[in-house]
């Protein structure tokens, strides 16, 4: 046993070491981090400013430990060559589904989370029974698909009968654990009597019932205010679901067929159709008519098609609403189906998620072709975070050991995947294309060498390939160029607008037995950027196993697994460019999330396939066990959409939802607003529909358009274009998008809604347009100048409402932020105007002045400091202030700051306020935050 041990260890030296060494730099580069201070280079006053968050800083820290760590496993992979090389004697084998599948990912999810997947536990007791019952594992492992079936065919008998027998609930959610069991005992023992003769048929059999679980997707009753409320879905949309059942029904007796007859060679068991169909209904959606009063999100989903294909927009010239074409396929499957109605975004999304899973399926189960790939569709569990999509099905379809073999194919693949991606999802479609750079060079020079072009011409799949390509091509060559500059404008700003990076604070499930809570935070910081890190650090591991071990380094390279490797470690390494960035304080991985789950299952195909060429049985075991935990800990503890675990699959299984009262029934034509269409919405959300129809009605001329700031969805359900070419001034930060996004407005916007001061350039293209504010129901309206006088009248009173009512405005640590990064930020400064200290005159209360330019300060709490000014100041000109102010700051002390100001025309009020946070002395103050200030002659500050 020692020597299984220590054999083992010998294969995990170059992986522990580099993963010792990543987290020995995260936790020593981590203790510089309060003495860094970010470098602003715009004026961006978002969650990096607001927090003094050292973002650059905390990015280093991730990418310098990763690059160490890397480093470490390769030169220690070189240094243990020939222990890499050895092949151990194994005295005893670790059972794959045993140990790999459940006791090891088992017991350290338990140790790390305190929590235990009930499903997923009794799964494994019973397969220890089965142990005691049944010597061949290969039965084993079948037996144990048949229970799985079971229950799933339990579930499509449900999904049945709640559909036929609609008063009484035949199979009770608590019941179907119990029925499953029940019928696998009875069946267990049948076979077992017959010495498991018909198992194989047994497994194919309960496979015919899976289809029947998309009825779940016709379910149209809604539980709400003790009624039971029926909406009916589209012709077009019970005709698609009715469609991929009898598809999937088709596929089942086709596979039946050709198994059958040769039952005891058929491999794999499983049909194809049964993985898609467990994809699906653990990837679901409840495609209920509900509208949860996010209009952010569902807008970006959907707005783009309305755009271009319903208000006829250029794409990328006149509109462009968000990096990528992602949202295509749901606003194509919204618009097809439901005519585009806002509240029928969840059953379009529904569809989507069934088309890509048939999909992406389809890629897994031709990549796999044995019954592993069953459990490959359990254990594949995604956020509905759908960014990832293209880049799983380009993994997945490249992996192909078949396809690399017809080295033209796979190249003419590879061109088409990574054109579709770079639309897709820019920062995915680059991880797939340079993921895959290095194995196409390596095909294409097998094709060279070996002259294979010269056979090509005579294959229909060469030439349907590239017919397929030349669109793609064609579309690609004329927006290749417009996307990059879009993506360059909304990437230079990304690290500032939206770098959310920090020490995370640990979630409450962490490891609880740890007391001290800055232990538990340090760990946690680590545990977190190791598990962003391990695909690449694995990944890195086995290449340096591959290549090293005895043999031709061109055979090695044509491989499947030299791709794999490969790919696995730029594409990370690229898609964490951007999502380590993304991750807030309180973690929220669904962006890393997706990530993570993909490589870890495409590592686990890899060891799956490929792991006995390379290392030990025993370690391709544990290999497994740990992407198996990873797995499952990233989607079920590090992200806070609702995912499905294994074995909470029958909850998905709907009779009726329940909607409760805070929500409202509606029917958008009796709004007149029809793109509303049918169903239940947020009371909130209504009123601000309702609220923003009433402004349109009152204000806005028929193709007039207006903005809106973040409810980017009432474009679409307003039927309006966009006024420019990013339809909301949410996406732009920067000063140079700012510029060019403003610069493709045709004409300005009737109203603006929301506005932002974290948008500041925006916000003083407002104010210097002469935008007037009006409050209207509890909502405010920026209304253009003109339409205000002709609807509103006097102007005067609209400018005074903005000196008298603006609110106070909290910057937090933004001045901070900006104060530390004077030098770079002084190429923004248009105008200046230099005080000494001795030029002021300076007053007070609760102060005592030491000498001309010190002042101590008495009283923090109850006293001011007057400053009078030696001329006015034009608020509008110069709208930045820039203090130094020194003193014995302590790491990690914070003073508030209140800042008032007097003019010509107006004292000093409770409104006209500037609050912030100093910690070192150097603040540049964005006055004009405040639009009074702007409005203002000012003669003092307080």
Not at 77 to 98: G, P, R, Y
Not at 377 to 402: C, D, G, I, K, W
Not at 812 to 822: E, I, P, Q, R, V
Request: hydrophobic residues 45%; proline residues 2%; positive net charge.
């Amino acid at each position: 046993m020692k020597k299984e041990i220590k054999s083992i260890l010998t294969e995990f030296h170059p992986l522990i070491f580099g993963v010792f060494v990543m987290a020995i730099s995260i936790a020593v580069l981590s203790l510089f981090t309060d003495l860094k201070y970010q470098v602003f280079y715009d004026m961006i006053f978002k969650t990096t400013a607001e927090t003094g968050a050292k973002t650059s800083w905390e990015l280093t820290v991730f990418w310098v430990s990763l690059l160490l760590g890397t480093f470490s496993i390769v030169i220690f992979s070189f240094i243990k060559k020939k222990e890499l090389n050895k092949k151990f004697k194994e005295n005893f084998k670790l059972d794959l589904v045993s140990y790999g599948v459940f006791i090891i990912p088992i017991s350290f999810f338990l140790i790390l989370t305190q929590t235990i997947n009930f499903f997923y536990f009794i799964m494994a007791l019973i397969y220890l029974l089965l142990c005691f019952f049944i010597e061949e594992k290969e039965k084993r492992y079948k037996n144990l698909i048949l229970l799985n079936l079971i229950y799933f065919s339990t579930l499509s008998v449900k999904a049945l009968t709640d559909k036929l027998i609609k008063k009484v609930e035949i199979i009770s959610y608590d019941s179907i654990y119990l029925i499953t069991l029940l019928l696998f005992v009875i069946i267990f023992y049948y076979l077992r009597k017959n010495r498991f003769k018909n198992l194989d048929k047994l497994i194919l059999y309960f496979q015919f019932p899976l289809p029947l679980m998309l009825l779940t997707y016709l379910t149209n009753k809604y539980e709400y205010n003790n009624e039971l409320i029926k909406i009916a879905f589209s012709r077009r949309y019970k005709a698609v679901i009715i469609f991929f059942i009898v598809y999937f029904i088709i596929i089942n007796l086709i596979e039946y067929r050709n198994k059958i007859k040769n039952i005891k060679k058929a491999k794999p068991l499983i049909t194809l159709s049964t993985v898609i169909l467990i994809l699906i209904i653990r990837f679901y959606v409840e495609p209920k008519f509900v509208h949860y009063g996010d209009f952010w999100h569902w807008g970006e989903e959907s707005i783009i098609w309305h755009q271009i294909f319903e208000k006829k927009l250029i794409l990328f010239d006149e509109y462009i609403g968000t990096t990528g074409l992602f949202p295509m396929i749901l606003g194509f499957i919204q618009s097809l189906l439901f005519k585009g109605s806002s509240l029928s975004y969840l059953p379009s999304l529904a569809i989507t998620n069934i088309i890509w899973m048939s999909i992406i399926g389809t890629a897994i189960y031709f990549l796999i072709k044995t019954d592993f790939v069953l459990f490959i569709a359990l254990f594949l569990v995604l956020p509905q975070y759908n960014r990832t999509h293209m880049l799983m099905l380009s993994l997945f379809v490249l992996s192909n050991s078949e396809l690399i073999k017809r080295r033209i194919q796979w190249i003419q693949m590879y061109i088409l995947l990574s054109i579709l991606s770079v639309f897709y999802y820019p920062i995915n479609g680059v991880a797939v294309a340079l993921g895959g750079a290095i194995f196409a060079l390596t095909q294409t020079y097998f094709v060279i060498k070996e002259k294979e072009y010269l056979k090509i011409f005579r294959s229909k799949l060469f030439w349907f390939l590239n017919i397929t390509l030349i669109l793609p091509v064609i579309f690609s060559l004329k927006n290749t160029l417009k996307l990059i500059k879009i993506i360059s404008l909304l990437s230079s700003s990304s690290l500032l607008a939206d770098g959310r990076a920090g020490k995370f604070i640990a979630e409450d499930w962490f490891m609880k037995y740890i007391i001290n809570q800055n232990l538990k935070d340090n760990i946690w910081n680590i545990f977190v950027l190791l598990l962003i890190a391990f695909p690449i650090l694995i990944s890195t591991y086995f290449l340096c196993v591959y290549l090293l071990k005895k043999d031709k380094i061109l055979k090695k390279i044509k491989k499947p697994e030299f791709f794999i490797l490969t790919f696995s470690i730029i594409a990370v390494s690229i898609n964490c460019s951007y999502s380590v960035m993304r991750i807030n304080r309180n973690v929220d991985f669904y962006r890393n999330a997706s990530i993570i789950i993909v490589f870890m299952t495409i590592m686990i195909i890899f060891l799956y396939k490929y792991g006995n060429r390379y290392i030990s049985h025993n370690t391709k075991i544990i290999f497994i066990s740990i992407c198996i935990l990873i797995g499952n800990i990233s989607a079920e503890k590090m992200t806070k959409f609702n995912t499905t675990s294994f074995g909470e699959e029958y909850k998905n299984i709907k009779r009726s939802y329940k909607v409760d009262d805070n929500f409202e029934y509606v029917n958008g034509k009796d709004f007149d607003i029809p793109k509303l269409g049918e169903g239940f919405i947020e009371k909130k959300a209504l009123e601000k529909l309702i609220i923003n129809k009433e402004i349109l009605n009152k204000i806005v001329h028929k193709d007039e358009r207006v903005w809106f700031m973040y409810d980017r969805e009432m474009q679409k359900i307003f039927d309006l274009k966009s006024p420019t070419r990013m339809d909301s001034p949410f996406l732009t930060t920067g000063l140079k998008a700012t510029e060019a996004n403003l610069a493709s407005m045709k004409e300005l916007p009737i109203f603006i809604t929301d506005l932002k001061i974290g948008k500041y350039y925006t916000y003083r293209w407002v104010m210097d347009n002469k935008y007037d504010l009006i409050d209207y129901k509890g909502f405010q309206f920026w209304i253009r100048p003109d339409r205000y006088k002709e609807i509103f009248g006097d102007i005067k009173k609209a400018e005074e409402y903005l000196i008298e009512n603006s609110p106070r405005q909290d910057l937090k640590y933004t001045a901070f932020s900006l104060g530390n990064s004077m030098k770079s930020l002084e190429k923004l400064m248009k105008d200046r105007k230099k005080y000494e200290i001795g030029s002021l005159q300076i007053e007070g209360e609760g102060i005592e002045f030491l000498t001309q330019k010190k002042i101590k300060i008495k009283d923090i709490n109850n006293s001011y400091i007057d400053i009078i000014l030696p001329e006015i100041i034009d608020g509008n000109k110069y709208d930045f202030l820039y203090l130094e102010l020194s003193s014995d700051y302590q790491i990690n002390e914070n003073r508030k700051i209140v800042i008032l100001w007097e003019t010509d025309k107006y004292p000093m009020k409770e409104n006209r306020i500037i609050i912030l946070e100093d910690k070192n002395g150097k603040l540049l103050i964005p006055m004009g935050t405040h639009p009074a200030w702007l409005y203002s002659d000012v003669t003092k500050s307080d």
